[in-house]
């Protein structure tokens, strides 16, 4: 079954680290994906630009209508994703408690919904 780790973090705090705290914190991150990728439960992954790069798009009464930045302000943002495929839920939230934002932010483990081959458009 495939879910999503989606990963929040508190931009404030990443930026505020400096190379003695972001070095190694990167360097968990590319050894996780590493595990992940060598275990057989990586899909796909990526980091995400900051939320200053946002754009959230709306359709109301027939009219597009954009805003710079995410839809609502929080303390922590979304920052990137992992896209696993494991065996149940158990397994994916250890996968999820391994990613080092799980230590300073938090991960969301949500399970991608499938839908039959026909019911697709």
Known sequence: MQYMLLIYDDEDTLAAMGPEESGPFMKAY???SDEVAKAGAFQHGDALQPTSTATTVRVRDGSTVTTDGPFAETKEQLGGYYLIDVENLDEAIA???KIPS???GSIEVRPVMV???GDQG
């Open 115 to 117: 839908f039959p081959q």
């Open 30 to 32: 590319f050894d996780y």
């Open 95 to 97: 996968w999820a408690a």
């Open 102 to 104: 799980a230590k300073i």
